[in-house]
Protein backbone atom coordinates (compact mmCIF):
# COMPACT_ATOMS: atom_id res chain seq x y z
CA UNK A 1 0.00 0.00 0.00
CA UNK A 2 1.47 3.13 -1.04
CA UNK A 3 1.91 5.86 1.60
CA UNK A 4 -0.28 8.46 1.98
CA UNK A 5 1.38 11.84 0.87
CA UNK A 6 1.22 14.33 3.46
CA UNK A 7 -0.86 17.63 2.68
CA UNK A 8 -0.01 21.46 2.68
CA UNK A 9 -3.03 23.42 3.42
CA UNK A 10 -3.06 26.79 1.09
CA UNK A 11 -4.53 30.16 2.25
CA UNK A 12 -4.69 32.62 -0.56
CA UNK A 13 -5.40 36.37 -0.44
CA UNK A 14 -6.78 37.29 -3.63
CA UNK A 15 -8.71 36.14 -6.13
CA UNK A 16 -8.82 37.61 -9.46
CA UNK A 17 -6.17 37.79 -12.15
CA UNK A 18 -2.89 36.45 -10.41
CA UNK A 19 -5.15 34.77 -7.96
CA UNK A 20 -6.61 32.90 -11.05
CA UNK A 21 -2.88 31.74 -12.61
CA UNK A 22 -1.98 30.60 -9.02
CA UNK A 23 -5.05 28.58 -8.38
CA UNK A 24 -4.81 26.66 -11.37
CA UNK A 25 -0.90 25.64 -10.64
CA UNK A 26 -2.18 24.52 -7.41
CA UNK A 27 -5.10 22.28 -8.71
CA UNK A 28 -2.83 20.87 -11.35
CA UNK A 29 0.39 20.51 -10.47
CA UNK A 30 -0.12 17.10 -9.12
CA UNK A 31 -1.64 15.84 -12.53
CA UNK A 32 2.36 16.40 -13.98
CA UNK A 33 4.47 16.02 -11.49
CA UNK A 34 4.69 14.39 -8.28
CA UNK A 35 5.23 16.89 -5.88
CA UNK A 36 6.54 15.92 -2.00
CA UNK A 37 3.67 17.35 -0.26
CA UNK A 38 -0.38 17.54 -1.90
CA UNK A 39 -1.36 21.16 -2.03
CA UNK A 40 -5.35 21.21 -0.83
CA UNK A 41 -6.72 24.61 -1.58
CA UNK A 42 -8.14 25.43 2.18
CA UNK A 43 -9.15 28.79 1.97
CA UNK A 44 -9.27 32.07 -0.38
CA UNK A 45 -9.86 35.74 0.81
CA UNK A 46 -11.61 38.73 -0.27
CA UNK A 47 -13.31 41.80 0.49
CA UNK A 48 -15.76 41.58 -2.19
CA UNK A 49 -18.28 38.55 -0.63
CA UNK A 50 -20.32 37.90 -3.50
CA UNK A 51 -17.58 38.02 -5.80
CA UNK A 52 -15.36 35.88 -3.09
CA UNK A 53 -17.82 33.06 -2.54
CA UNK A 54 -18.53 32.84 -6.56
CA UNK A 55 -14.65 32.46 -7.25
CA UNK A 56 -13.94 30.00 -4.20
CA UNK A 57 -16.52 27.94 -5.51
CA UNK A 58 -15.35 28.14 -9.55
CA UNK A 59 -11.14 28.13 -8.96
CA UNK A 60 -12.24 24.77 -6.16
CA UNK A 61 -11.28 26.37 -3.15
CA UNK A 62 -12.78 24.89 0.45
CA UNK A 63 -14.03 28.02 2.00
CA UNK A 64 -13.15 31.78 2.31
CA UNK A 65 -12.90 34.70 4.61
CA UNK A 66 -13.57 38.07 4.03
CA UNK A 67 -10.31 39.36 6.56
CA UNK A 68 -7.11 38.24 5.56
CA UNK A 69 -6.41 38.18 9.27
CA UNK A 70 -8.46 35.53 10.33
CA UNK A 71 -7.09 33.38 7.50
CA UNK A 72 -3.81 33.72 8.81
CA UNK A 73 -5.10 32.90 12.47
CA UNK A 74 -6.64 29.48 11.10
CA UNK A 75 -4.65 26.48 12.37
CA UNK A 76 -5.91 24.95 9.11
CA UNK A 77 -3.25 27.03 6.99
CA UNK A 78 0.14 26.09 6.37
CA UNK A 79 0.81 27.98 3.51
CA UNK A 80 -0.07 31.99 2.74
CA UNK A 81 -0.10 32.83 -0.90
CA UNK A 82 -0.58 36.25 -1.39
CA UNK A 83 -1.69 37.83 -5.07
CA UNK A 84 -3.13 41.19 -3.86
CA UNK A 85 -2.11 44.59 -4.82
CA UNK A 86 1.18 45.59 -4.51
CA UNK A 87 0.71 48.27 -1.23
CA UNK A 88 -0.52 44.92 0.69
CA UNK A 89 2.00 42.66 0.78
CA UNK A 90 4.28 43.58 3.14
CA UNK A 91 1.61 43.64 6.24
CA UNK A 92 0.35 40.48 5.49
CA UNK A 93 3.68 38.46 4.70
CA UNK A 94 5.05 39.85 7.72
CA UNK A 95 2.05 38.52 10.08
CA UNK A 96 1.85 35.71 8.14
CA UNK A 97 5.65 34.77 8.85
CA UNK A 98 5.27 35.84 12.72
CA UNK A 99 2.28 33.16 12.46
CA UNK A 100 4.54 30.32 11.79
CA UNK A 101 2.81 30.61 7.89
CA UNK A 102 4.50 29.90 4.53
CA UNK A 103 4.71 32.62 2.23
CA UNK A 104 4.59 32.66 -1.82
CA UNK A 105 3.76 36.54 -2.72
CA UNK A 106 3.49 37.84 -6.07
CA UNK A 107 6.12 40.30 -7.30
CA UNK A 108 7.76 43.10 -6.91
CA UNK A 109 7.97 41.89 -3.21
CA UNK A 110 6.50 45.31 -1.89
CA UNK A 111 6.13 49.28 -2.52
CA UNK A 112 9.82 49.88 -1.53
CA UNK A 113 13.41 48.53 -1.22
CA UNK A 114 12.57 49.11 2.65
CA UNK A 115 9.33 47.53 2.97
CA UNK A 116 11.41 44.14 1.05
CA UNK A 117 14.08 44.08 3.42
CA UNK A 118 11.58 43.86 6.38
CA UNK A 119 9.82 41.06 4.77
CA UNK A 120 13.32 38.87 4.04
CA UNK A 121 13.49 40.02 8.22
CA UNK A 122 10.48 38.12 9.21
CA UNK A 123 10.30 35.22 7.49
CA UNK A 124 14.27 34.47 8.24
CA UNK A 125 13.43 35.32 11.69
CA UNK A 126 10.70 33.07 11.90
CA UNK A 127 12.31 29.76 9.84
CA UNK A 128 9.40 30.09 7.28
CA UNK A 129 9.71 28.79 3.42
CA UNK A 130 8.87 31.97 1.35
CA UNK A 131 9.43 32.71 -2.39
CA UNK A 132 8.55 34.87 -4.76
CA UNK A 133 6.62 34.56 -8.32
CA UNK A 134 8.62 35.31 -10.92
CA UNK A 135 7.18 32.98 -13.11
CA UNK A 136 8.76 33.58 -16.25
CA UNK A 137 12.15 32.12 -14.98
CA UNK A 138 9.95 28.75 -15.10
CA UNK A 139 9.69 28.40 -19.19
CA UNK A 140 12.14 25.71 -20.13
CA UNK A 141 12.93 27.64 -22.79
CA UNK A 142 14.74 30.16 -19.97
CA UNK A 143 16.02 26.97 -17.95
CA UNK A 144 16.93 25.98 -21.07
CA UNK A 145 19.48 29.30 -21.73
CA UNK A 146 20.14 28.67 -17.85
CA UNK A 147 21.74 25.49 -18.44
CA UNK A 148 23.53 26.57 -21.55
CA UNK A 149 25.05 29.57 -19.98
CA UNK A 150 26.22 27.71 -17.09
CA UNK A 151 27.73 25.10 -18.87
CA UNK A 152 29.67 27.89 -20.96
CA UNK A 153 28.62 27.14 -24.45
CA UNK A 154 27.97 31.31 -24.36
CA UNK A 155 31.73 32.22 -22.90
CA UNK A 156 32.06 35.32 -21.07
CA UNK A 157 28.90 37.30 -21.46
CA UNK A 158 29.03 40.49 -23.12
CA UNK A 159 25.45 41.90 -23.52
CA UNK A 160 22.10 41.66 -22.19
CA UNK A 161 19.13 43.11 -23.96
CA UNK A 162 16.03 43.21 -22.28
CA UNK A 163 12.55 44.57 -23.06
CA UNK A 164 9.07 44.22 -21.80
CA UNK A 165 6.58 45.95 -24.25
CA UNK A 166 2.83 46.20 -23.68
CA UNK A 167 0.13 48.84 -24.90
CA UNK A 168 -3.28 48.42 -22.77
CA UNK A 169 -2.94 51.97 -20.96
CA UNK A 170 -2.24 54.33 -24.31
CA UNK A 171 -5.57 55.45 -24.61
CA UNK A 172 -5.81 58.95 -22.74
CA UNK A 173 -9.31 57.87 -21.47
CA UNK A 174 -8.28 54.74 -20.09
CA UNK A 175 -9.37 55.25 -16.22
CA UNK A 176 -6.74 55.73 -13.49
CA UNK A 177 -7.15 51.77 -12.34
CA UNK A 178 -5.09 50.38 -8.89
CA UNK A 179 -1.96 49.96 -11.14
CA UNK A 180 -1.70 53.67 -12.24
CA UNK A 181 -2.01 54.59 -8.25
CA UNK A 182 1.34 54.76 -6.82
CA UNK A 183 0.47 54.46 -3.41
CA UNK A 184 -1.25 51.47 -4.18
CA UNK A 185 1.21 49.82 -6.97
CA UNK A 186 4.90 52.02 -5.86
CA UNK A 187 5.55 52.67 -9.73
CA UNK A 188 4.04 52.20 -13.15
CA UNK A 189 6.06 49.79 -15.68
CA UNK A 190 8.73 49.93 -14.01
CA UNK A 191 7.50 47.80 -10.88
CA UNK A 192 5.49 45.80 -13.04
CA UNK A 193 6.92 44.55 -16.56
CA UNK A 194 10.58 45.61 -15.62
CA UNK A 195 10.65 43.60 -12.45
CA UNK A 196 10.72 40.26 -14.46
CA UNK A 197 13.30 42.00 -16.59
CA UNK A 198 15.57 42.48 -13.66
CA UNK A 199 14.50 38.87 -12.34
CA UNK A 200 15.46 37.39 -15.32
CA UNK A 201 19.01 38.91 -16.06
CA UNK A 202 19.63 38.18 -12.46
CA UNK A 203 18.96 34.78 -13.10
CA UNK A 204 20.42 34.27 -16.65
CA UNK A 205 23.47 36.83 -16.04
CA UNK A 206 23.96 37.62 -12.41
CA UNK A 207 24.06 40.46 -10.21
CA UNK A 208 23.91 44.13 -11.16
CA UNK A 209 26.45 46.56 -10.16
CA UNK A 210 25.25 49.82 -11.08
CA UNK A 211 22.39 51.67 -12.79
CA UNK A 212 21.49 54.77 -14.69
CA UNK A 213 17.80 55.64 -16.18
CA UNK A 214 14.90 57.39 -16.58
CA UNK A 215 10.98 57.20 -15.99
CA UNK A 216 8.72 58.64 -17.66
CA UNK A 217 4.73 59.60 -17.72
CA UNK A 218 2.99 60.21 -20.85
CA UNK A 219 -0.08 60.47 -19.69
CA UNK A 220 -0.53 62.52 -16.31
CA UNK A 221 -3.89 62.59 -15.72
CA UNK A 222 -6.92 60.23 -16.22
CA UNK A 223 -10.31 59.45 -15.34
CA UNK A 224 -11.25 58.26 -11.94
CA UNK A 225 -11.81 54.46 -12.26
CA UNK A 226 -15.81 53.27 -11.07
CA UNK A 227 -14.43 49.46 -11.62
CA UNK A 228 -11.72 47.40 -12.57
CA UNK A 229 -10.73 43.71 -12.86
CA UNK A 230 -7.40 42.27 -14.01
CA UNK A 231 -6.11 45.22 -16.80
CA UNK A 232 -8.99 46.52 -17.37
CA UNK A 233 -11.48 49.34 -16.05
CA UNK A 234 -14.47 51.29 -16.50
CA UNK A 235 -14.81 55.37 -15.48
CA UNK A 236 -17.61 56.57 -13.31
CA UNK A 237 -17.44 60.17 -14.44
CA UNK A 238 -16.05 62.88 -16.29
CA UNK A 239 -13.37 63.86 -13.04
CA UNK A 240 -10.19 63.22 -13.81
CA UNK A 241 -6.90 62.37 -11.23
CA UNK A 242 -3.15 62.69 -11.73
CA UNK A 243 -0.74 60.01 -12.81
CA UNK A 244 1.73 59.48 -10.14
CA UNK A 245 3.60 56.63 -11.75
CA UNK A 246 5.50 55.86 -14.78
CA UNK A 247 4.33 54.75 -17.91
CA UNK A 248 7.95 54.00 -19.58
CA UNK A 249 11.41 52.67 -17.59
CA UNK A 250 14.12 53.40 -19.72
CA UNK A 251 18.15 52.07 -17.88
CA UNK A 252 21.44 50.63 -18.42
CA UNK A 253 23.44 49.08 -16.59
CA UNK A 254 26.41 46.78 -15.61
CA UNK A 255 26.90 43.74 -14.08
CA UNK A 256 29.42 42.46 -11.31
CA UNK A 257 30.97 40.19 -13.98
CA UNK A 258 31.22 42.98 -16.19
CA UNK A 259 28.66 42.26 -18.68
CA UNK A 260 26.31 45.49 -19.63
CA UNK A 261 22.91 45.75 -20.20
CA UNK A 262 19.93 47.79 -21.59
CA UNK A 263 16.33 47.52 -20.67
CA UNK A 264 13.40 49.16 -21.37
CA UNK A 265 9.87 48.77 -19.84
CA UNK A 266 6.49 50.47 -21.31
CA UNK A 267 2.89 50.01 -21.95
CA UNK A 268 3.03 52.49 -24.90
CA UNK A 269 4.27 50.13 -27.47
CA UNK A 270 1.26 50.09 -29.47
CA UNK A 271 1.12 46.60 -31.26
CA UNK A 272 3.24 44.61 -28.26
CA UNK A 273 0.25 42.62 -25.67
CA UNK A 274 2.97 41.27 -23.70
CA UNK A 275 6.19 42.02 -25.68
CA UNK A 276 8.79 40.23 -22.80
CA UNK A 277 12.15 39.22 -24.72
CA UNK A 278 15.55 39.09 -23.89
CA UNK A 279 18.69 38.53 -25.80
CA UNK A 280 22.31 37.71 -24.19
CA UNK A 281 25.83 37.72 -26.09
CA UNK A 282 28.54 35.87 -25.65
CA UNK A 283 31.87 35.85 -26.60
CA UNK A 284 31.09 31.97 -28.15
CA UNK A 285 27.38 32.65 -28.88
CA UNK A 286 24.43 34.05 -28.25
CA UNK A 287 20.44 33.42 -26.86
CA UNK A 288 16.83 35.20 -27.71
CA UNK A 289 13.40 34.77 -26.10
CA UNK A 290 10.27 35.94 -26.60
CA UNK A 291 7.63 35.20 -24.20
CA UNK A 292 4.77 35.45 -27.21
CA UNK A 293 6.84 32.23 -28.66
CA UNK A 294 7.57 30.98 -25.30
CA UNK A 295 8.46 27.53 -26.34
CA UNK A 296 11.40 28.45 -28.59
CA UNK A 297 14.78 29.59 -27.70
CA UNK A 298 16.95 30.88 -30.72
CA UNK A 299 20.52 30.09 -30.21
CA UNK A 300 23.68 30.83 -32.02
CA UNK A 301 26.82 29.59 -31.51
CA UNK A 302 29.68 30.99 -33.25
CA UNK A 303 31.97 27.79 -34.04
CA UNK A 304 29.11 26.74 -36.41
CA UNK A 305 29.99 26.24 -39.89
CA UNK A 306 31.03 29.62 -42.09
CA UNK A 307 28.26 29.89 -44.55
CA UNK A 308 25.54 27.75 -41.95
CA UNK A 309 26.22 30.29 -39.15
CA UNK A 310 23.23 31.95 -37.74
CA UNK A 311 20.57 31.23 -35.38
CA UNK A 312 19.20 28.16 -34.88
CA UNK A 313 15.32 28.23 -33.31
CA UNK A 314 15.22 25.13 -30.66
CA UNK A 315 11.51 23.95 -29.56
CA UNK A 316 12.09 23.31 -25.74
CA UNK A 317 9.10 20.95 -25.60
CA UNK A 318 11.42 17.37 -25.52
CA UNK A 319 12.07 15.13 -22.23
CA UNK A 320 15.54 16.62 -22.28
CA UNK A 321 14.61 19.97 -21.70
CA UNK A 322 13.66 21.37 -17.92
CA UNK A 323 10.35 20.60 -16.85
CA UNK A 324 9.18 20.06 -20.63
CA UNK A 325 9.11 16.55 -20.06
CA UNK A 326 6.33 16.48 -17.73
CA UNK A 327 3.97 17.61 -20.21
CA UNK A 328 3.38 16.24 -23.64
CA UNK A 329 5.67 14.34 -26.49
CA UNK A 330 7.68 17.29 -28.56
CA UNK A 331 6.39 19.85 -30.44
CA UNK A 332 2.84 19.26 -28.32
CA UNK A 333 3.58 23.48 -26.76
CA UNK A 334 3.13 24.62 -22.99
CA UNK A 335 1.66 27.61 -22.49
CA UNK A 336 1.80 30.36 -19.63
CA UNK A 337 0.11 28.71 -16.78
CA UNK A 338 2.31 25.99 -16.93
CA UNK A 339 5.40 28.32 -15.80
CA UNK A 340 3.51 28.35 -12.49
CA UNK A 341 2.78 24.94 -12.44
CA UNK A 342 6.62 25.03 -12.56
CA UNK A 343 7.43 27.46 -10.27
CA UNK A 344 4.92 25.65 -7.58
CA UNK A 345 6.72 21.94 -7.96
CA UNK A 346 9.65 23.80 -6.58
CA UNK A 347 8.04 25.73 -3.82
CA UNK A 348 5.99 22.87 -2.82
CA UNK A 349 9.41 20.37 -2.45
CA UNK A 350 10.75 23.08 -0.78
CA UNK A 351 8.41 23.39 1.67
CA UNK A 352 8.79 19.48 2.00
CA UNK A 353 12.02 19.44 2.44
CA UNK A 354 12.65 22.76 4.33
CA UNK A 355 14.73 24.88 2.40
CA UNK A 356 13.66 28.26 0.36
CA UNK A 357 13.78 27.28 -3.52
CA UNK A 358 14.62 30.35 -5.90
CA UNK A 359 13.41 32.81 -6.46
CA UNK A 360 12.52 33.84 -2.77
CA UNK A 361 12.55 37.03 -0.68
CA UNK A 362 16.13 37.33 -1.05
CA UNK A 363 16.16 37.42 -4.74
CA UNK A 364 12.83 39.66 -4.24
CA UNK A 365 15.12 42.31 -2.21
CA UNK A 366 17.49 42.39 -4.82
CA UNK A 367 15.22 42.74 -7.86
CA UNK A 368 14.00 45.83 -5.51
CA UNK A 369 17.08 47.29 -5.05
CA UNK A 370 17.33 47.36 -8.91
CA UNK A 371 14.32 48.93 -9.15
CA UNK A 372 14.80 51.92 -6.56
CA UNK A 373 18.34 52.44 -8.04
CA UNK A 374 16.77 52.86 -11.31
CA UNK A 375 14.22 55.71 -9.45
CA UNK A 376 17.09 57.51 -7.90
CA UNK A 377 18.94 58.01 -11.02
CA UNK A 378 15.69 59.17 -13.00
CA UNK A 379 15.76 61.40 -10.45
CA UNK A 380 19.39 62.34 -9.59
CA UNK A 381 20.66 61.93 -13.35
CA UNK A 382 23.92 60.01 -12.04
CA UNK A 383 24.80 56.49 -11.64
CA UNK A 384 23.61 54.36 -8.71
CA UNK A 385 25.32 51.51 -6.91
CA UNK A 386 23.41 48.46 -6.23
CA UNK A 387 25.56 48.17 -3.54
CA UNK A 388 24.91 50.95 -1.65
CA UNK A 389 21.36 50.14 -1.30
CA UNK A 390 21.71 47.00 0.34
CA UNK A 391 24.56 47.57 3.14
Not at 164 to 169: A, C, F, G, K
Not at 189 to 202: K, N, P, Q, T, V
Not at 334 to 343: A, Q, V, W
Request: hydrophobic share 40%; glycine share 8%; aromatic share 10%.
Amino acid sequence: MADVKKELRIGMVGYKFMGKAHSHAFRDVSFYFDPKVEPVLQAICGRQEEDLKQAAEKMGWNSYETDWRKLIERDDIDLIDIVTPNNSHAEIAIAAAKAGKHVFCEKPLALTLEQSKEMLKAVQENGVIHMINHNYRFSPAIQMAKKLIDEGRLGKIYHVRALYLQDWIMDPQFPLVWRLNKDISGSGSHGDLAAHSIDLARFLVGEFEEVTGILETFIKERPIVESSSGLSGSASTDKFGKVEVDDASVFIARFENGAIGTFEATRFAGGNRNGNRIEINGEKGSIRWDMENMNNLEVYFHDDEPGLQGFRTINCTEELHPYAGAYWPAGHIIGYEHTFINLVTELLNGVAEGYNPLPNFEDGVRNAAVLEAVEQSSQTKQWVRIADLLE
